[in-house]
């Protein structure tokens, strides 16, 4: 059955140092991976998306990567804040429908 | 972008009983979904909520359980039917503003929080 795995351990990171989050799939082959952030209380922030035919997209100090062949997908705060503390959900798709395959979530403290 | 009001934002209610779930936009969209959050749990989609006609289900969700409408391109409910303890979650609005490639990003409410007894 098709699965996406994301880390059910919350990540303590200090401030200033760099977040890697993981997401892996099996038994899917997603045309594009998006990565959303949830704060308690509110509904999911998209932050990026990724597509098949891409390695890597940046936007301010978030970093995605995308290797299809390692079915996995890796998401980079560099110098992390407090204010970045969420939830960070990963999401795949398949063109044509947008209906979206959700990760349960991974959780990003972060010390001062 | 899209701003999306959901309401209520939380509700207790009583097994049997059902609950409507309202969700606007502040501008057109061309696709709302409803989500379910259940705790510890990843984003389920309940369905796909079309203009003017029939939503259409994911499966393990129907129709008599969880009927939705949208009226139009700004607005859709979804109902909650005779609930039990096991609907509990937090429900989730979104939307697109794509043209249907796929590969655009979706717009959240809130989320309303049920709770049934």
């Known amino acids: 059955s098709q699965k996406i795995e994301q880390n059910s351990e919350a990540l303590n990171i200090q401030e200033g140092k760099t977040a890697t989050l993981t997401c892996n799939y099996t038994?899917?082959?997603?045309?594009?991976l998006q990565w959303y952030r949830q704060d308690p209380g509110r509904g999911p922030v998209f932050l990026l998306l990724?597509?098949?035919?891409?390695k890597e997209k940046r936007k301010e100090r978030l970093k995605v990567t995308f290797d299809t062949t390692l079915k996995q997908s890796l998401f980079h705060i560099t110098a992390s804040q407090p204010a970045d503390s969420a939830t960070y959900l990963c999401?795949?798709?398949?063109?044509?429908?947008?209906?979206?395959?959700f990760g349960k979530g991974n959780q990003v403290v972060v010390i001062p | 972008s899209a701003v999306i009001s959901q309401k209520p934002s939380r509700d207790i209610c009583q097994r049997g009983t059902s609950l409507t779930i309202q969700c606007q936009v502040d501008?057109?969209?061309?696709?709302m979904f409803w989500y379910r959050q259940q705790p510890g749990q990843s984003l389920t989609l309940i369905a796909t909520?079309?203009?003017?006609?029939?939503?259409?289900?994911e499966s393990g969700f129907v129709i008599d359980k969880f009927p939705i409408s949208r009226p139009n391109l700004t607005f859709s409910t979804l109902t909650v039917s005779n609930m039990s303890p096991e609907d509990s979650s937090i429900y989730l609005c979104?939307?697109?503003?794509?043209?249907?490639?796929?590969?655009?990003?979706?717009?959240f409410g809130s989320g309303t929080q049920l709770s049934v007894l």
């Open positions: 979104s939307a697109t503003k794509g043209l249907g490639t796929g590969d655009e990003k979706l717009f």
């Open positions: 038994n899917y082959s997603p045309a594009y």
């Open positions: 990724i597509r098949e035919n891409e």
């Open positions: 999401a795949l798709g398949a063109y044509g429908n947008n209906r979206l395959a």
């Open positions: 501008s057109q969209v061309t696709m």
């Open positions: 909520a079309n203009q003017g006609s029939e939503a259409t289900y």
